[in-house]
C-alpha cells in the first residue's frame, strides 16, 4: 500500500471516528448553582411526573408525594412502599441532589423503580426544583 493510500485510509478512520469522538468530548451540563429555575416553567414540565406524582400533602399515587421533598431523606414518605434501594440509599434531597437524580434516576440510585428515565435538559430540572421548591 503506498504512503498516499495510507494516508487516506488514516484520513478516513478519523473522519469516521469524528462523530463518536465529538460525543464522548460533549460539555458537562452546568452546575446547578448556575442555574435560576422558574417555577412557572417548572409546572409545565412537572406535568410529566403527574402520571405518578402529584404535590399534595400525605398524597401517594405510583409515586410517593412530593410535597416538602426538598430536605427530606430519601424513602421516608409514610405509607409508601418504596423499593430497597430507595429505602437505603440514605440520600437528603436537596437541590443539588434532586438536579443530579432528575438527570437520570436509575443512575443516581441504582435499583430505583421509579420508570422515569429523566429529564436530560438542565434548566428544565432547575425549573421542576423551582416549582418543588414552593410546596414546603
Known sequence: ????????????????AAPALAQ????PA????????????????????????VTDKGVNRVGPSLHGIIGRKSGSVAG??????????????????LYRYLENPRKFIPGTTM???GLRNPQQRADVIAYLRQFK
Do not use: D
Open 80 to 97: 409508601f412502599k418504596y423499593s430497597k434501594a430507595n429505602q437505603s440509599a440514605n440520600v437528603v434531597w436537596t437541590e443539588e441532589n
Open 30 to 53: 452546568p452546575a446547578y448553582a448556575t442555574l435560576k429555575g422558574n417555577a412557572a416553567a417548572g409546572e409545565k414540565v412537572f406535568a410529566q411526573c403527574r402520571a405518578c406524582h
Open 24 to 27: 464522548a468530548a460533549a460539555p
Open 115 to 117: 420508570a422515569f428515565a
Open 1 to 16: 500500500m503506498s504512503n498516499i493510500v495510507r494516508t487516506l485510509v488514516s484520513a478516513g478512520t478519523l473522519l469516521l
